[in-house]
DNA sequence: GTCCCTGCAAACGGTTTGCACCCGG
DNA sequence: CCGGGTGCAAACCGTTTGCAGGGAC
């Protein structure tokens, strides 16, 4: 159906299985912030199809080879995003609450330059603050 | 000894005890990358002092704060730093390895740009690759 | 046919929590 | 004196692993 999938994972030196292609094909169709659990739940909510050790397994192996992003989620659980529509990130440092934020560039010189001859794969700008939420309902008074 | 730690807390709205101002002691003397674990073994290692419990709940607060940066290590246990040498990372997608970054601003345009109003107290870039380690080892020959 | 993958459940390890005592303000 | 902090140990929970059976190639 999408022969695009079998090539990634064949290129990711990984045996087409069909756990690991509806994983894939879930993460791709929903590029959305997604914990092992959730995906665990998603793809077994019509018939029980993989295993909760299978898709960590599974999450594991794409993840080593370049086509999921795991994002470790500050104690909780970790996220697993497609990598297919890059973004950054701003995190709550109260409630932990992470939000997306649209990608923009990091000039080639500051990166080059602090980079040095890292074989860079991509990268992210992770940003701290108070969200809304946080702001509003902490306010000392 | 040192007023501006007291201080530190005192503007965090934490009570100043022994076991808080040591850990923060810790990790503004030695700005570097520390597990709960490794704080907790280096702090009690002249004379018990601080429990493990402490340690953590400890480290939670001055997180909250905002006097501590907590990185979550991708499954691996938490790393924590007190918030003074800003500095960027490398995390290597295959061993997991954490690398310094030097520092380097984004400029304000995108930044601002991105975040809209919300609330940024600093930000951080993580870039992912493979580590020299990896890439060495790893040569498919 | 040979490995690698999967499922199950048990183990693991970092972190949190309940509770009683203690101490800072 | 009061409310919050601490210590201990048990609970928690996400993740990993050992092992036996099964599927990819």
Known sequence: MKPDLDECLRAGGLRRTAQRYSVL???TRRP?????D???AALNRRFPLV???TVYNTLRD???AGLVRELSSEG??????????????FV????GALEDIEWFDIPDRSRKAATGDRAVRSYEVTFHGICGRCTKSSTTH
Chains 1, 2 share one sequence.
């Open 25 to 27: 094909e879930y993460l």
């Open 32 to 36: 959305i912030h997604a914990t092992a």
């Open 38 to 40: 959730e995906i665990h």
């Open 51 to 53: 295993s909760r050790a």
């Open 62 to 64: 794409l993840t080593r």
């Open 76 to 89: 909780k659980a970790a996220l697993f995003d497609a990598v297919i529509h890059p973004h950054h990130h």
């Open 92 to 95: 709550c440092d109260q409630c």
